[in-house]
């Protein structure tokens, strides 16, 4: 399975299988992406990555390769059931393949022509890649020059292949500030989905919403996320509310007014 181009290709929807997902995406990720996810720790980024890859080698007819650097698979495999999908079921009927290496090492085999990645993605017939996460990838150099060159190359080698990747990348601030340009990541990725921790009268909730969805339109609003036992669902948008990002929203004027008058 080479990588002839996307000719004629280039507007072709992934379907991710994410309730709620695919609306705001117009039907999909772009064929032949990359999407990262990005968000603090415990907002959901693997649970996005596993489903896209569970979906849709059980749905949708695409094997799927994971490359984790922070889990045994053995964990993602645990953690996937907890969501309601079996990733080893998976495994062992020839649709998905996990590869648990480090940055460096994989670095280097995806710039090695019949090297594990290479290899790996021929054996399984891949469609699909899940990398966990970038944030280890980072961590190779401090210098921002290597990194960004760092982030090309590894990004351009898993576009060789007609495959669609998700990748994760993690968020310093739980709520909050929020940055999108570590390494160029935003300008090398053709989607954004960031994922984050908002407070709603002293509860916890999870938003998601598209911040780049690169030559496609996408519903801009923040939209209330749940991670539940059969899957991701990604439900209606956060109404009434203002200041959303900040962590801490704040009831609009006029949903006050209205309270205020029924009460």
């Not at 603090?40 to 896209?52: H, L």
């Not at 351009?156 to 669609?164: A, K």
């Amino acid at each position: 399975m080479g990588a002839p181009g996307k000719g004629g290709m280039d507007n072709q929807r992934v379907p991710t299988g994410i309730t709620g997902l695919d609306e705001m995406l117009g039907g999909g990720l772009l064929f032949n992406s990359v999407a990262v996810v990005k968000g603090a720790p415990g907002t959901g980024k693997s649970c996005v990555g596993m489903e896209f890859i569970s979906r849709g080698a059980s749905e949708y007819g695409e094997n799927g390769l994971i490359i984790t650097f922070e889990e045994f698979p053995r964990q993602l495999y645990r953690d996937a059931v907890s969501i309601g999908f079996d990733l080893r079921a998976l495994e062992q009927e020839g649709k998905l393949r996990t590869i648990f290496t480090t940055p460096a090492v994989f670095l280097r085999e995806i710039q090695q022509p019949g090297g594990i990645f290479d290899r790996t993605i021929e054996e399984v017939s891949a469609r699909r890649v899940f990398v966990d996460s970038m944030t280890q990838l980072e961590r190779i150099t401090q210098d921002p020059v290597q990194l960004r060159e760092i982030m090309y190359t590894f990004l351009n080698g898993l576009l060789r292949y007609e495959i669609t990747a998700v990748v994760t990348q993690e968020d310093a601030f739980i709520t909050g500030n929020m940055s999108v340009a570590e390494a160029g990541l935003s300008y090398i990725v053709d989607t954004i989905i960031q994922l984050r921790y908002v407070e709603i009268s002293s509860s916890i909730d999870r938003a998601l919403f598209v911040l780049k969805h690169r030559a496609s339109d996408h519903d801009k609003r923040i939209r209330r996320m749940t991670i539940t036992s059969q899957g991701v669902k990604v439900e209606a948008a956060f109404e009434g509310r203002e200041g959303i990002l900040s962590g801490n929203p704040y009831i609009t004027r006029r949903l006050k007014k209205a309270e205020e008058f029924f009460k």
